[in-house]
């Protein structure tokens, strides 16, 4: 099965802007919608933001909207999240996943995909 790399965490200063990577070994990489959530201990995953197969669709969690940025490379198999302004509550592990099932429709449903990386711990120092 393929997999994906999450990297780009770490500690960070509230209002900062760190970019997180996702690299992924899919062959078929730039068919499929890609996601982003994030995890905090013991609850279930929550979605953050998706895009398309070329980027022409993209999706936001309310609560990062105009704060946070997906984008992706496909000749590179990798997707981005350029995070800006962050805040102590986005101290959490972010994960990336990939669905399988399509190319457009970008859902906010964990289970709507197939597989995820191991993600990136991003802590937020005030």
């Known amino acids: 099965q393929a997999q994906l790399a999450e990297s780009g965490g770490g500690l960070a200063q509230a209002g900062g802007s760190p970019r997180l990577s996702c690299a992924s070994s899919?062959?078929?990489?730039?068919?499929?919608?890609i996601g982003w959530f994030r995890q905090a201990p013991g609850k279930e995953p929550e979605f953050v933001a998706a895009?398309?197969?070329?980027?022409?669709?993209?999706s936001y969690a309310d609560s990062v909207r105009g704060q946070f940025t997906i984008s992706r490379d496909n000749a590179n198999h990798m997707v981005y999240l350029q995070m800006n302004s962050l805040k102590p509550e986005d101290t959490t592990l972010y994960l990336c996943?990939?669905?399988?099932?399509?190319?457009?429709?970008?859902?906010?449903?964990?289970?709507?995909?197939?597989?995820w990386g191991q993600g990136t711990q991003v802590t937020v120092s005030s």
């Open positions: 895009s398309s197969w070329d980027g022409g669709r993209t």
């Open positions: 996943a990939v669905d399988l099932s399509t190319s457009f429709v970008v859902s906010d449903v964990p289970t709507q995909y197939d597989y």
């Open positions: 899919e062959p078929n990489f730039s068919r499929y919608v």
